[in-house]
């Protein structure tokens, strides 16, 4: 089987699964039909696939990740080459682009508090990425761990903020996917909004330490929709992983700070140079 023909039996597949949309006509074009099948993907509750269609599904994203380009550590350079001069330097380093093609031991999803992902049709946001290109085992995990924890905690438990989630990485290069919810912003910018943030650096490198995972990419965590300042974000990541990496210098072989847009480059570089 193909790509087209993958494409093809996924999209059938997952009309026929959704009773809301089994009347959807399928576009005739290949683009149009990757965006329905992302759509449908994006849309769908968390539980399990048929095996079969698993498979396809499985043998799909692998070959548009593929395609994509994955992106090893050894493709990124560490600040070191560009002359910065910070302490950990031979092992931090700032990569723009799509976290998704990063072979990693784990790379960090910004997620909301219910811990499912975004369920919103094509949407941009770096927890839709990751959990469509992960493909539909990931929420299904998520909604296992969240029906655990609710069991302990209560029916109306919520993911705390800067508690962090550890999923396997299912279809995606990196093994591992570490979800944590990232402070909000909706007003003035406070020392304890700082901390929650500066807590969820700091939570994922202990969860990377106590797993045995030496390579972590991080997201620009609670930026965007969650309005913390990109800027004084970068300051916070920066400072709060070299002084975790003070406290145990041989832990990590490399941090990653993922950024996807110019200005948050900038900044990086700027903490880092």
Not at 48 to 77: F, S
Not at 118 to 147: K, S, W, Y
Not at 162 to 175: D, I, Q, S, W
Request: aromatic residues 8%; hydrophobic residues 40%.
């Amino acid at each position: 089987m193909d790509q087209n023909e993958r494409l093809a039996c996924l999209t059938k597949q997952f009309i026929e699964d959704s009773v809301q949309y089994r009347d959807l006509t399928v576009p005739s074009d290949t683009e149009g039909r990757k965006r329905l099948l992302r759509s449908l993907m994006n849309i769908r509750m968390p539980k399990p696939l048929p095996a079969a269609v698993q498979k396809v599904q499985d043998a799909y994203l692998q070959e548009r990740i593929r395609r994509n380009g994955i992106v090893t550590l050894t493709d990124i350079p560490v600040i070191a080459e560009a002359g910065s001069t910070h302490l950990f330097a031979d092992r931090i380093s700032v990569w723009q682009g799509d976290i998704t093609r990063l072979q990693t031991d784990a790379i960090v999803n910004a997620a909301n508090s219910q811990m499912l992902g975004c369920f919103v049709p094509m949407h941009t946001c770096i927890d839709n990425c990751i959990h469509t290109f992960a493909g539909v085992q990931l929420r299904a995990e998520c909604a296992r761990q969240m029906r655990e924890l609710r069991m302990k905690y209560g029916d109306d438990y919520e993911q705390p903020t800067a508690v962090p989630m550890l999923t396997e990485g299912y279809n995606l290069p990196a093994k591992k996917v570490i979800h944590i919810v990232g402070p909000i912003v909706s007003g003035e910018l406070t020392e304890e909004l700082e901390q929650d943030l500066a807590d969820c650096y700091t939570n994922v490198l202990d969860l990377c330490l106590a797993n045995g995972l030496r390579s972590v990419a991080f997201c620009c965590i609670s930026t965007g929709v969650f309005r913390f300042p990109n800027r004084r974000a970068a300051g916070i990541a920066v400072q709060t992983v070299t002084d975790w990496q003070e406290e145990h210098p041989d832990a990590m072989e490399r941090v990653i700070f993922n950024v996807f847009k110019d200005e948050d480059r900038e900044f990086y570089e700027q903490e880092l140079y």
